[in-house]
């Protein structure tokens, strides 16, 4: 069991990085549609209605309690969703832990990864 990789550690520093950065608004907004957006970050939810796991656009990223939380919007071609701070922020909004829930673990923890860097503040 040796072989088996340990996420453990780039967990840790992502949740790091998102806590150091999210400020006392709460949270790191990673809309792709922004003046100057940084690379789409993508993350894969289990869907019931569709019995698989569909890719979604991150719009929004946040640690609570040394838990990684996402936001996730459809990837459509015909409308762009576009999140003001007050969605964000929310009680209405879907928050889902990356790593306890439908969110599928280990894309979606490498797609913030490689990209949160250019929406930190």
Known sequence: MNN????DPLYEEVVAYVKEHQGEKGYIDCQPFQEEPGDAIYGIIYEDCESRGVEKYVYGVRVVDDD???????ICLT???????EDFTSEETDWYSVRWGDVYFVPTLFNI???IEEYGE
């Not at 409308?79 to 701070?85: E, G, N, S």
């Open 68 to 74: 990684l939380q996402v936001v996730l919007e459809d």
């Open 113 to 115: 990864a490689e990209c």
């Open 4 to 7: 088996i990789p340990n996420l």
């Open 79 to 85: 409308w762009r969703t576009v999140y003001a701070p």
